[in-house]
């Protein structure tokens, strides 16, 4: 799918840093950024109910779908739009997510959760995922740290599965992005944000020929 817009999505586990790089990126490149699962009123109650504790774990095609339904809405309300007047956007997470964990981590087949993703997102995938991939020791740190912050916010419901779940979910990602390297950009997530920063920028110059402001 062809728009003058181009959709960058930054990918990784919980405490890699996303949502200081897809913000630093979206800044620098004067781009639209929103999240996944959310980014728009409608997606952000999915969301809420995605993340809820209290109602227990949904059945995993459940999850799937509520993901799918909220991506749909947001591509609908919110990113086709932008790419259709050539702003670019940026996402944090999007479709190398729903393969990761509704595929890799919970174990639904991986191909039904691609040909899924497709449909929902009517064919539009992002021109460009970056993986920010952080050794698992650290990405524990980070977690601990963000909680110490924030004294009484509890991690959501994903975030709280075990840590197998965790380790296949980044094995899910690492696979995702060596079978298509096309699509995909690794980048070491461990390094000082603002060395992540200009790598990402590198990368989406490098692959997209997208200059930034700075
Ligand atoms: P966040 O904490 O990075 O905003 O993401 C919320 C959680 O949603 C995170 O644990 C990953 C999860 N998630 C999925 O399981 N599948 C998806 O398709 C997306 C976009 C997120």
Redesign the pocket.
């Known amino acids: 799918m062809h728009t003058p817009g181009r959709l960058i999505a930054i990918e990784g586990g919980?405490g890699v840093g996303?949502?200081t790089q897809a913000a630093l990126l979206a800044c620098t490149i004067g781009a639209v950024l929103s999240?996944?699962?959310?980014g728009s009123p409608i997606a952000e109650r999915i969301?809420d109910l995605?993340?809820d504790h209290s109602l227990g774990t949904p059945a995993p095609r459940a999850?799937?779908y509520l993901?799918?339904a909220?991506?749909a809405e947001h591509l609908s309300v919110l990113i086709e739009p932008a790419l259709a007047v050539g702003r670019h956007v940026v996402v944090?997470?999007?479709?190398?997510?729903?393969?990761?964990?509704?595929g890799y981590?919970?174990g639904l087949p991986v191909d039904e959760v691609r040909r899924a993703c497709d449909l929902a997102s009517g064919g539009r995938w992002p021109d460009l995922c970056i993986l920010l991939d952080i050794p698992r020791d650290l990405a524990e740190r980070r977690r601990a740290a963000q909680q110490a912050q924030l004294p009484g916010v509890s991690p959501?419901?994903?975030?709280a599965?075990e840590p197998e779940f965790h380790r296949r979910?980044n094995e899910g990602f690492r696979t995702l992005a060596s079978d298509d390297s096309g699509r995909w950009v690794v980048l070491d997530g461990s390094a000082p944000p603002p060395q992540v920063a200009a790598a990402v920028l590198g990368a989406v110059r490098a692959r997209l020929g997208i200059e930034g402001f700075l």
Do not use: H, N, W
């Open positions: 919980e996303k949502s999240r996944e699962p959310g969301r995605l993340l999850e799937l993901m799918l909220a991506r944090d997470r999007f479709v190398g997510s729903t393969l990761a964990y509704q981590g919970r959501d419901r994903i975030e599965e979910v």
